[in-house]
């Protein structure tokens, strides 16, 4: 059976109810908007897979993304502003930039103690010793000076 061919009845008892709208709406109509399930749900296995690899920064913006994304679409699929269809993507999404939000502030905790431990093992080498000084040249007595009258070899 085709998406068109349904009973309309069947298709609007899945759907939450939606609040009537006036003419004195200042506000704009989302009624007909669509998910974004898709997106939020590839921002967060994105995440998840940038945290893995060591890019951490990345991982926290697409993971961030997803989780407030997905919070705010998951909130207005429950007022009815929203295409209730994709809901399940967009809770896959949301729990997923959670997880990779989570694994990229882990990742970066590790590097930032891992850089800490570095330069605190530098720190407590043991310092080279300073070289020896050069040795002094030995000292040439001065020539006597000429003697007057005497034949030089």
Known sequence: MASDE???????DRRPARRPR???????DYSDTPHRGGLILSLGIASIVTSLFGCSPIAL???GMAWVWG???????DRGEMDPEGRGLTLAGFITGIIGTAIG???????????LFIVAFVAMMPKPAP????PAPPK??????????ALLP
Do not use: Q, S, T
């Not at 349904?6 to 609007?12: F, T």
């Not at 502030?105 to 850089?115: D, E, G, Q, R």
């Open 6 to 12: 349904r009973e309309p009845d069947d298709y609007d």
């Open 22 to 28: 006036d003419d004195y709406d200042d506000g704009p």
């Open 61 to 63: 913006v697409l993971g």
């Open 71 to 77: 919070r705010r679409d998951l909130k207005a699929m």
């Open 105 to 115: 502030l882990l990742m970066l905790l590790v590097a930032v103690v891992y850089i």
């Open 131 to 134: 070289p020896a000084p050069a």
């Open 140 to 149: 040439v007595a001065p020539a006597p000076p000429p003697v007057k009258g």
